[in-house]
């Protein structure tokens, strides 16, 4: 089975040229000048469009249970979204609740996968409970190819682990080649703020954000950095928000140490403003960390720029607003924290990074797709566009304007924090190792056609 895409620009994070490319079965086989004479049983003309690696998305919380209810997609709507969207791989995330074994809790996470998915998946682990065995444990799910952890520093009682287990954790790490993500919020100076704003009779959505301040993001992210250069071990920082948190991931790159972050389009385009809507609607952008100031975010766009950032993921974790984000109503510490994205990522960064001038296209694919896959043994299988890769490939239309609305796009949720924003870039023709599934504006792909990734340690 041979598929040619031709008179396209093709663009990795390091090139952009004119060129066709030659799909064998699930693979890239040839990048030349002039294939069009070779045959091939689908051709796709790229004229005018750009040819990227697939996006790949390290940050989504598809099927998770959350305050009593569970995120609206599934691994199905989840991932014929992201294949909308432009992205092909993405890596979400099993948790072990407490008690339990990070074995049950894979096979609890690859079994609602399982036959679901329109693109390839991998599973990171989030880990609430340290114990000796699970440290073991660790050791065998790096083996399997899950080899990133999520620890929380917040939810006391929930996620949160305290420093000793996360200290544990990284170094553990330090030995088996794993990744440790860390949540940076100070759960413990929250909860009080949540508490002394509850006694006050402050219960609307935007107590989230003011129950939630910059520092303690800021001193999170120092802290976990601390305990990582202790351990001697690398560490990234999960949907850093706060420009105060990025100075001191900046800090410690600049003394050399492999600190990595990672922030969410909703953090670059969306803020605190969007908690002043009017009646409950601020409800919809209740995340944790929550949305800054605007004024702060060209800092994040500068971390992007000069790689004190390294991948833009989307933490997608949506919830309706009907019956979901209404457990809420009079009491915003019982708003399911999360929101859509993982449809929007592409176009949204495209538009308000590339086009905007903030960020070359080179560095887009960077940190959409190439970043992510270096970071999370995916590459060189997935992120580029090279002979032998998966062909994962976006044909990217720089030119059409679509405008985002919860009507229109695929995500199973009932709003969408940017109805009606107009952004010009948009994915066209999206194959996952070969194959179409998205193509003339409609799915085309086939439930359960995604794979599981099996990932490597850091190199
Ligand atoms: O509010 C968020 N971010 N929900 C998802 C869970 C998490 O902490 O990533
Ligand atoms: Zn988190
Ligand atoms: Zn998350």
């Known amino acids: 089975m041979r598929t040619l895409i031709k008179n396209g620009t093709i663009v990795t994070a390091i090139d952009q040229y004119s060129g066709d490319v030659l799909i064998e079965d699930e693979k890239i086989a040839l990048i030349g000048s002039s294939l069009a004479d070779i045959h091939a049983d689908t051709v796709i003309d790229a004229a005018g469009k750009y040819v990227l690696p697939g996006g790949i998305d390290v940050h989504t919380h598809l099927d998770m249970p959350f305050g009593g209810t569970r995120s609206a997609d599934d691994f199905e709507s989840g991932t014929i979204a992201a294949a909308f969207g432009g992205t092909t791989s993405i890596v979400d995330f099993a948790i072990q609740y407490r008690g339990q074994t990070l074995h049950h809790a894979w096979e609890t996470w690859m079994k609602k996968a399982e036959g679901k998915t329109a693109i390839d998946y991998g599973f990171h682990m989030i880990i609430t409970e340290l114990t000796d065995q699970v440290e073991c444990e660790m050791d065998a799910l790096v083996r399997q190819g899950v080899t990133s952890f999520k620890l929380f520093m917040a939810y006391r009682g929930i996620f949160m682990l305290d420093d000793g287990s996360i200290f544990r954790a990284l170094l553990r790490t330090g030995q088996n080649g794993g990744t440790i993500c860390m949540h940076a919020e100070n759960g413990d100076v929250i909860d009080v703020l949540v508490q002394r704003a509850l006694k006050a009779g402050h219960t609307a959505p935007k107590y989230h954000a003011l129950t939630r301040p910059a520092r303690a993001e800021a001193e999170a992210t120092h802290r976990a950095i601390a305990l990582a250069e202790m351990a001697e071990v690398p560490i990234y920082i999960v949907h850093l928000s706060a420009a105060e948190a990025l100075e001191m991931v900046t800090e410690a790159r600049d003394r050399g140490l492999p600190a990595y972050a990672e922030t969410c389009p909703q953090y670059l385009f969306l803020s605190y403003d969007n908690y002043e809507e009017p009646g409950f609607d601020g409800a919809k952008y209740v995340m944790s960390p929550p949305l800054r100031d605007q004024a702060k975010q060209k800092e994040l766009w500068r971390g992007l720029a000069f790689n004190d950032l390294q991948c833009i993921s989307t933490d997608h974790c949506p919830f309706c607003m009907k019956e979901q ?31 905007a001038g903030r960020i070359s296209l080179n560095r887009f694919v960077e940190l959409t797709s ?3 896959a270096k970071i999370f043994g995916l590459f060189p299988r997935k992120g580029t566009i090279a002979p032998g890769a998966d062909a994962d490939i976006v044909v990217f239309d720089p030119n059409r304007t679509i405008t985002l609305s919860a009507k229109t796009l695929h995500m199973k949720v009932d709003y969408n924090p940017y109805e009606g924003r107009q952004v010009t870039g948009a994915a066209d023709t999206v194959l996952s190792r070969g194959r179409a599934v998205i193509a003339g504006g409609a799915f085309v792909g086939r439930k359960g056609g995604g794979s599981f990734l099996k990932r490597s340690t850091r190199a």
């Open 325 to 355: 984000k209404e457990l809420g109503r009079g009491d915003f510490s019982k708003i399911p924290n999360g929101a859509p994205g993982i449809e929007t990522r592409m176009s949204l960064v495209y538009d308000g990074g590339v086009r």
């Open 370 to 372: 190439t970043s992510p």
